[in-house]
């Protein structure tokens, strides 16, 4: 699948912003992966050598059927034709070091096969996007385990918010974030991340 431009967001879910020992966030946290870092169901995960711990962080994904700039938060799901389980494939000690830094996650987040995605399925087809459960199994080990209800920013907030700064196009992709639990993959892994009612990622992790 071709798509536009993949925006992501950062620290959406406070467990997780705990686990990584940082501040919730004011504003929404965003930040970008390349269209070639996506891959479908069953398409292996690659991990370059030398670059240390890679981290799994489900997500749930939207996808963009209309494209705005300036969305009112009330019009904002109007514009999302179809949601999606998606992986936010990190180089978490890549990232780390950056981050002391103050260096951009371009790197750590979007090199090749570090965004899986699940075939999208149409959003009339969801009861509520805000109480979606989700789960991520490595080898069939539960690992992380939350709810869309436990987002700091709604959907429609962030597309609101994004869309002031960044105009989104169909096709584009908003990744929303990741609950606790994330967790190192290394090659040989199976990775299946699980959104009720949205569909089964599963990926499995291999040395380039
Ligand atoms: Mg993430």
């Not at 798509?3 to 990584?20: A, T």
């Not at 966030?25 to 992966?33: A, C, D, G, I, S």
């Not at 799994?56 to 994904?61: F, P, R, T, W």
């Not at 996808?63 to 700039?69: N, Y």
Request: proline share 7%; net charge negative.
């Amino acid at each position: 699948m071709r798509c536009g431009k993949i925006v992501c967001v950062g620290q959406n879910y406070r467990e997780h912003i705990k686990e990584l020992k940082n501040e919730e966030p004011t504003e929404p946290v965003l930040f970008l992966k390349p269209s070639t870092a996506l891959i479908g169901n069953g398409d292996p995960i690659f991990i370059p050598a030398g670059i240390g711990r890679v981290d799994h962080e489900i997500e749930l994904a939207l996808v963009l059927g209309r494209p705005g700039k300036n969305i009112p938060k009330d019009k904002a799901l109007g514009h999302v034709s179809s949601v999606a389980v998606f992986n936010d494939v990190t180089a978490r000690d890549m990232q780390n070091a950056h981050r002391k830094v103050g260096l951009p996650w371009s790197l750590c987040k979007g090199m090749d096969t570090f965004a899986p995605m699940s075939e999208p399925i149409p959003l009339s087809g969801i009861d509520d996007i805000h109480d979606l459960q989700l789960d991520l199994r490595v080898n069939g080990q539960l690992k992380q385990n939350g709810n869309t209800r436990q987002m700091i920013f709604t959907p429609e907030t962030l597309i609101s918010y994004i869309s002031r700064f960044m105009t989104l196009e169909e096709g584009d992709i908003i990744a929303t974030g990741t609950p606790s639990g994330v967790s190192p993959i290394r090659a040989g892994d199976v990775v299946e991340a699980t959104i009720e009612g949205v569909g089964v990622l599963r990926n499995p992790v291999k040395d380039v």
